[in-house]
T-cell receptor, first 114, second 116 residues
């Protein structure tokens, strides 16, 4: 049981390039999310999904696309990278339900856009 | 709108002593959940403790306890008997509603340093 995995761990992009951050979970969780963490700030929600085929925007969705074709995978696409997207990106998953359904976080991807 | 405020950018504590990390929240919802996460220097997010808005008793998990004062809208984390390995960033987070997708709003965090 690997939990939530993210690839790559580190990435450097030039302004205008595109790329996909990968996220996978093996816990059969319905809910998955992408957050970004900027220096001195907490995590902010980019996009989330409540099940395969269903996605929605979070607090800071501009410049990012997501899709959820399977329960396991939830990739995050940067369409045209900008220096403002330099951040640490976390993917998280959680089971559907009520109560203390904490989100299980991946190890993060550190992205630098030059 | 939801908001989480952590007013202590940094705290330090002597090893084996207790420390309280402050968290206040703002919500108009009656149903919500409060979480604390630890982020060590390695970067991963580690879930520590959860408190539901209707829970009458303060949550406890080992050396962690959550001092929940609903009227004051505060959810302070208390770490007892601090250890060197407790040195990390600590984030308070809130989720509105007790069912459905748990969209979390995070505070800016408190950096805790434990001194020997």
């Amino acid at each position: 049981n690997a939990g939530v995995t993210q690839t790559p761990k580190f990435q450097v992009l030039k302004t205008g390039q595109s790329m996909t951050l990968q996220c996978a979970q093996d816990m059969n969780h319905e809910y998955m999310s992408w957050y970004r963490q900027d220096p001195g700030m907490g995590l902010r929600l980019i996009h989330y999904s409540v099940g395969a085929g269903i996605t929605d925007q979070g607090e800071v969705p501009n410049g990012y696309n997501v899709s959820r074709s399977t329960t396991e995978d939830f990739p995050l696409r940067l369409l045209s990278a900008a220096p403002s997207q330099t951040s640490v990106y976390f993917c998280a998953s959680s089971p559907a339900g009520q109560g203390a359904d904490e989100q299980y976080f991946g190890p993060g991807t550190r992205l630098t856009v030059t | 709108a939801q908001k989480i405020t952590q007013t202590q950018p940094g705290m330090f504590v002597q090893e084996k002593e207790a420390v309280t990390l402050d968290c206040t929240y703002d919500t108009s919802d009656q149903s919500y959940g409060l979480f604390w996460y630890k982020q060590p220097s390695s970067g991963e997010m580690i879930f520590l403790i959860y408190q539901g808005s209707y829970d009458e008793q303060n949550a406890t998990e080992g050396r962690y306890s959550l001092n929940f004062q609903k009227a004051r809208k505060s959810a302070n984390l208390v770490i007892s008997a601090s250890q060197l390995g407790d040195s990390a960033m600590y984030f308070c987070a809130m989720r509105e509603g007790l069912g459905g997708y748990n969209k979390l709003i995070f505070g800016a965090g408190t950096r805790l340093a434990v001194h020997p």
